[in-house]
């Protein structure tokens, strides 16, 4: 293992959108018994700092291999593009959906009963989600000449989380106030 390694060549796993969770953990487990810093308290300054430093690398690759956004947005970044350096095109008629779905989430409030329409929007916004998981692992698959469809679709998987991030944390409140 190196500090120079991409989180790919770090894990062992092949650069891609579609990541086995299983393996990942699996390797993540083998590389931080190898490196945790524990093994090395009886070592020099440079080999424990060495080890902390392996160990913030290997507990950042796993965050982010692990989160499809930020592996999404490291996959870019691999490519070359840098998300936030990109122009902003997000189609219309998208943007008209997370309109239409936050005037829902807010109408949710206002609700009697909002559990029904609460789930509701989880099975849609799980729908999206899939959806565009589906459509960034292919068009990765694809390469470069589809790069500013990725880009959208990346921002596509932002938008959506975070709405559903908000969903959930609005039906905690709700459930609190039970």
Do not use: C, W
Not at 130 to 142: G, P, R, V
């Amino acid at each position: 293992m190196e500090l120079n390694q991409n989180f790919f060549e770090l894990f062992q796993i092949p650069p891609s959108f579609a990541v086995d969770e299983t393996q990942l953990q699996a390797r993540y487990r083998e590389a931080q018994q190898v490196i945790h810093p524990d093994r090395f308290a009886g070592g020099t300054d440079q080999e424990r700092r060495l080890a902390m430093q392996m160990a913030a690398h290997v507990n950042e690759g796993y965050q982010t291999l692990s989160d499809p956004i930020l592996r999404a947005r490291y996959l870019l970044l691999l490519n070359g593009i840098d998300l936030e350096h990109e122009p902003n095109r997000v189609d219309p008629e998208f943007l008209e959906q997370q309109m239409e779905l936050r005037e829902a989430l807010v109408d949710i409030k206002d609700q009697a009963d909002p559990f029904p329409k609460i789930d509701e929007l989880k099975k849609l916004v799980g729908e999206h989600l899939n959806q565009s998981m589906l459509e960034i692992e292919t068009l990765f698959e694809q390469g470069d000449e589809v790069k500013d469809d990725l880009v959208e679709q990346v921002r596509r998987l932002q938008f959506i989380s975070k709405f559903k991030r908000e969903l959930s944390e609005l039906e905690n409140r709700m459930l609190d106030e039970l």
